[in-house]
């Protein structure tokens, strides 16, 4: 191990309330918590959508539009407004944000699932694969029904019926080059749920140059791990001073070397976790730590890594950063 990077081992970087009480406390909340803590003016009756601009990117915080919910949307996200550090501000934030989830296999399956029940505002999901008979052992935003169909577009299919008030961008091409940086630029956060490396350090420099959170994750055969990448922070290291590009790391796909289904789901919902957390502004990310699974004695170790003052991609990323 060098400052600032980390290596793991064998040098093998995975790619691939109860009711009644429930409502009384909802209830509490809503007609007491509400209307005497909140100190703007709030319907709650038939307004959902987006009311105003507020600048939580100056505090620090994801989501760019401000949503005041319906009595319908405070009792579908109940279960998280009852969470403090989230509560009724932190899920109008996560429904104010936008997320681009770059990958819709087998992390990008949970990651969007989870993202889409939490109430996202919007959803790119971007994958320029078709949806394969071998996918379906751990892919699930797939269907059998679906093979063939763009994964992209079944991805959409499967969130619509999850959850409707979301917004599903697809895109059905492999991300590269400008429309990858103009998606990025647009995002709130970034999930890299993909496969190989070229686009994940595709994926780190255009995060880095446009300031947007990374979550990344990767696993394969029984092997998973994920870290957050915050770039709204000046002390933030990125992909590439972790794994940094050209090195002969060995990529490891899941169609070569295999990949325990459930282990892209615990994967790529860590991964949502992050990156609602990041949006919401609760508790506190992974940045500076990597995060690694051993699936066979489900053993969980967290390694902490800086920024690489050398690093190529992110040293000077207030003077201007590498781009190509
Ligand atoms: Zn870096």
């Given at each position: 191990?060098?400052?600032?990077?980390?290596y793991p081992e064998g040098a093998n970087f995975p790619d691939c309330l109860s009711g009644l009480f429930f409502f009384a406390a909802f209830s509490l909340f809503r007609f007491h918590g509400v209307f005497i803590l909140w100190p703007m003016p709030h319907r709650t009756g038939d307004i959902a959508g987006v009311?105003?601009?507020?600048?939580?990117?100056?505090?620090?915080?994801?989501?760019?539009?401000?949503?005041?919910?319906?009595?319908?949307?405070?009792?579908?996200?109940?279960?998280?407004?009852?969470?403090?550090?989230?509560?009724?501000?932190?899920?109008?934030?996560?429904?104010?944000?936008?997320?681009?989830?770059?990958?819709?296999?087998?992390?990008?399956?949970?990651?969007?699932?989870?993202?889409?029940?939490?109430?996202?505002?919007?959803?790119?999901?971007?994958?320029?694969?078709?949806?394969?008979?071998?996918?379906?052992?751990?892919?699930?935003?797939?269907?059998?029904?679906?093979?063939?169909?763009?994964?992209?577009?079944?991805?959409?299919?499967?969130?619509?019926?999850?959850?409707?008030?979301?917004?599903?961008?697809?895109?059905?091409?492999?991300?590269?080059?400008?429309?990858?940086?103009?998606?990025?630029?647009?995002?709130?956060?970034?999930?890299?749920?993909?496969?190989?490396?070229?686009?994940?350090?595709?994926?780190?420099?255009?995060?880095?140059?446009?300031?947007?959170?990374?979550?990344?994750?990767?696993?394969?055969?029984?092997?998973?791990?994920?870290?957050?990448?915050?770039?709204?922070?000046?002390?933030?290291?990125?992909?590439?001073?972790?794994?940094?590009?050209?090195?002969?790391?060995?990529?490891?796909?899941?169609?070569?070397?295999?990949?325990?289904?459930?282990?892209?789901?615990?994967?790529?919902?860590?991964?949502?976790?992050?990156?609602?957390?990041?949006?919401?502004?609760?508790?506190?990310?992974?940045?500076?730590?990597?995060?690694?699974?051993?699936?066979?004695?489900?053993?969980?170790?967290?390694?902490?890594?800086?920024?690489?003052?050398?690093?190529?991609?992110?040293?000077?990323?207030?003077?201007?950063?590498?781009?190509?």
């Amino acid at each position: 191990m060098t400052q600032g990077r980390y290596y793991p081992e064998g040098a093998n970087f995975p790619d691939c309330l109860s009711g009644l009480f429930f409502f009384a406390a909802f209830s509490l909340f809503r007609f007491h918590g509400v209307f005497i803590l909140w100190p703007m003016p709030h319907r709650t009756g038939d307004i959902a959508g987006v009311i105003s601009r507020v600048p939580d990117t100056a505090r620090g915080l994801s989501s760019r539009l401000h949503i005041i919910m319906n009595d319908e949307q405070l009792l579908r996200y109940s279960r998280h407004i009852l969470l403090d550090p989230i509560g009724v501000e932190g899920q109008e934030r996560i429904m104010g944000a936008r997320v681009l989830i770059v990958g819709a296999g087998g992390l990008g399956s949970p990651a969007a699932l989870y993202l889409a029940s939490a109430g996202v505002g919007r959803i790119t999901l971007a994958d320029g694969d078709t949806v394969d008979l071998t996918n379906l052992q751990r892919q699930i935003l797939h269907t059998q029904d679906r093979v063939g169909q763009a994964k992209a577009l079944s991805g959409q299919a499967a969130l619509a019926c999850l959850n409707p008030e979301v917004v599903v961008v697809p895109v059905t091409e492999r991300l590269a080059g400008e429309r990858l940086a103009a998606l990025i630029a647009e995002a709130d956060t970034v999930l890299d749920c993909c496969d190989n490396f070229d686009t994940r350090h595709a994926v780190n420099r255009a995060c880095v140059k446009h300031r947007v959170p990374l979550v990344s994750g990767a696993a394969v055969r029984f092997s998973g791990q994920v870290s957050v990448f915050d770039f709204r922070r000046t002390d933030s290291p990125c992909y590439h001073c972790l794994f940094p590009e050209g090195k002969d790391v060995e990529e490891m796909r899941c169609a070569v070397t295999g990949i325990f289904a459930p282990l892209t789901g615990i994967i790529g919902a860590l991964q949502a976790a992050e990156a609602l957390k990041l949006i919401s502004g609760a508790g506190e990310s992974l940045t500076g730590r990597l995060l690694l699974l051993n699936g066979l004695t489900m053993e969980w170790r967290s390694v902490r890594f800086g920024k690489d003052p050398r690093c190529a991609v992110c040293a000077d990323s207030g003077k201007g950063i590498q781009s190509r």
